[in-house]
């Protein structure tokens, strides 16, 4: 069965730099998320794409991210200037069409800051 | 505002007794309803899901759920619970198709023996 697959499983960072995560999406799917969830709290939406365009996007989502889909398979998250805060575990999920309700969710990415 | 209330942050049960997780969302005209699962260390997993049509919904390992428009509830339920149901359960809402996911905060079930 397709799944959406994230690497890496655990990233580890220091304050200020740069971070990509990864996400390959199932092959035929058109819309893409990213999620995060800082320890102990619930799942909260980051931002949606469609057609290499952002389509929605959250109050976390702020300057320092960016989202990318460079090739025909990945889809990745970019942090520019990490802070501590930014530790959390990060969902990529993708959705076959704008008239499907379901969304796959990958294994999580946990990122580190120190 | 949109959003879903579990109200139970933990749920401690005994093996082979029933559970009810309980889960309140802000109404709106379309509203579209789903528990996910997460094991320890693991990504969510989709236990269920109400589009429309009957309100008794069935999922994956024996769990089943309830839309309720009139309560505006989606509570989930097991006749019978096992060990290996222990994990955290987030009940989520979405508006619209393709749209965000909006979760709740999420409900540690905790089985006993």
């Known amino acids: 069965e397709p799944e959406v697959t994230q690497t890496p499983s655990h990233q580890v960072t220091q304050m200020g730099q740069e971070v990509i995560l990864r996400c390959v999406p199932i092959?035929?799917?058109?819309?893409f998320y990213w999620y995060r969830q800082i320890l102990g709290q619930k799942v909260e939406f980051l931002v949606s794409?469609?057609?290499?365009?952002?389509?929605?996007k959250s109050e976390i989502f702020d300057d320092q991210f960016s989202v990318e889909r460079p090739d025909g398979s990945n889809f990745t998250l970019k942090i520019r200037s990490t802070k501590l805060e930014d530790s959390a575990m990060y969902f990529c999920?993708?959705?076959?069409?704008?008239?499907?309700?379901?969304?796959?969710f990958g294994p999580g990415t946990r990122l580190t800051v120190t | 505002a949109q959003s879903v209330t579990q109200l139970d942050s933990q749920v401690p049960v005994f093996e082979e007794a029933p559970v009810e997780l309980r889960c309140n969302y802000s109404?709106?005209?379309?509203?579209?309803l789903f528990w996910y699962v997460q094991y320890p260390n693991q990504g969510l997993q989709l236990l269920l899901k109400?589009?429309?049509?009957?309100?008794l919904v069935k999922g994956i390992n024996g769990f089943e759920a309830e839309f309720n428009k009139s309560q505006t509830s989606f509570h989930l339920r097991k006749p019978s619970v096992h060990i290996s149901d222990t994990a955290e359960y987030f009940c989520?809402?979405?508006?619209?198709?393709?749209?965000?996911?909006?979760f709740g905060s999420g409900t540690r079930l905790s089985i006993r023996p």
């Open positions: 109400y589009l429309s049509g009957s309100t």
């Open positions: 989520a809402v979405m508006y619209s198709s393709a749209s965000k996911i909006i």
């Open positions: 794409f469609y057609n290499n365009e952002i389509s929605e």
């Open positions: 999920a993708s959705s076959p069409s704008g008239t499907s309700y379901e969304q796959y």
């Open positions: 092959s035929n799917h058109l819309y």
């Open positions: 109404s709106s005209v379309s509203v579209y």
